[in-house]
């Protein structure tokens, strides 16, 4: 039998007795409750962890990750995420995290059949068309793919400017959303966008009209 597996408990005591052994209190204060400052939407591929990638610990960022770090204003998962973690967490920075060298991002832009994953790969292929003439005129297929990455980490931020949640949040409150994209192969994550208020960067039949 296939037992690869094992070794994540080993690595999970491992975690744990050195933790203990760092902080004895390290469990027990982190069992208090969380209180972070940051909600991540990130992608899914097993080379981009938030923490790891950001030299941070348990309890400081809240994370909800899917294929190509997409906000998708009827996923029911992700709004939920982003309702706790902005109304209840009470988070001061939303990062979309997105990567060079993403999978969901070179499938969308294929032409080739992913069956069920097709629903999902739809929502890049909207971004590609939306930017189609700046995409198309970029001749070397990995620049393409690149500046697609951005453009659509760019697209899922001003999708979530977009939300009801962000934007009753926004007559409450500041609240920064980011754009960044890390490099797979220098570990480095660029700082693309920052949004502080919707009026800059949506349209405004987007601008919802909520009373404080
Ligand atoms: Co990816």
Request: hydrophobic share 35%.
């Amino acid at each position: 039998m296939e037992n690869s597996y094992k070794k994540l408990i080993d690595g999970n005591r491992h975690f744990s007795m050195s933790k203990k052994f760092e902080d004895p209190e390290y469990f027990k204060n982190l069992s208090l409750g969380q209180k972070p400052d940051y909600l991540w939407i990130g992608c899914s591929d097993s080379r981009v962890p938030a923490n790891e990638v950001t030299g941070t610990h348990s309890g400081e960022i809240f994370v909800h990750r899917n294929i190509a770090n997409m906000v998708v204003h009827t996923d029911v998962n992700l709004l939920s995420v982003l309702e706790y973690a902005v109304k209840y967490l009470e988070v001061k920075h939303v990062i979309v995290c997105g990567h060079y060298g993403c999978g969901g991002i070179k499938a969308a832009m294929s032409n080739t059949h992913f069956g069920f994953l097709n629903n999902w790969l739809r929502n890049i292929k909207d971004v590609y068309f939306k930017y189609q003439t700046e995409l198309d005129a970029i001749e070397n297929e990995d620049k393409r793919t690149d500046r697609l990455t951005e453009l659509n980490v760019i697209e899922q931020v001003r999708n979530l400017a977009k939300t009801t949640i962000i934007q009753e949040t926004w007559v409450q409150r500041p609240l920064q959303l980011h754009g960044w994209v890390y490099g797979i192969n220098n570990g480095l994550i660029t700082d693309l966008s920052i949004i502080h208020n919707e009026k800059d960067n949506i349209e405004p039949i987007y601008r919802l009209n909520i009373l404080p």
